[in-house]
């Protein structure tokens, strides 16, 4: 079993920074992929960003593309995601979520099913 639990959620300026983080534990796979969801209000939960493990690539959703860097700590098993630039409308719950980029549910990466272990969620409030 995977456990996954984020952290660094609170409320933020318009315009400033937030870092959450995610750490993985349990039985993992090698070369599994970490991925950044979120769900505002009254939406649908959508993708954000992922990292594969091994080898560190990683891919953003267009709306966070240069404002939001996502990164992986080898030696913890952690995977921050560092918000800059906030706007009102990244609002949401943040959701960490581990996949197998290698196996038969794998896409691009950037969609829900395609993940299998999921965190409860942190949520971000950003402040105009």
């Known amino acids: 079993q995977v456990h996954v639990v984020e952290s660094g959620g609170g409320l933020a300026q318009a315009g400033g920074s937030r870092r959450l983080s995610c750490v993985v534990s349990?039985?993992?796979?090698?070369?599994?992929?970490v991925g950044w969801f979120r769900q505002g209000p009254g939406k649908n939960r959508e993708f954000v960003a992922h990292?594969?493990?091994?080898?560190?690539?990683?891919h953003y959703a267009d709306s966070v593309k240069g404002r939001f860097t996502i990164s992986r700590d080898t030696t913890k098993n952690t995977v921050d995601l560092q918000m800059d630039s906030l706007k009102s409308e990244d609002t949401a719950v943040y959701y960490c979520?581990?996949?197998?980029?290698?196996?038969?549910?794998?896409?691009?990466?950037?969609?829900?099913?395609?993940?299998?272990?999921w965190g409860q969620g942190t949520q971000v409030t950003v402040s105009s």
């Open positions: 979520a581990v996949g197998d980029p290698y196996g038969r549910s794998w896409n691009m990466g950037v969609g829900r099913n395609e993940y299998d272990y």
């Open positions: 349990g039985r993992t796979f090698s070369g599994y992929a």
């Open positions: 990292i594969i493990w091994s080898g560190g690539s990683t």
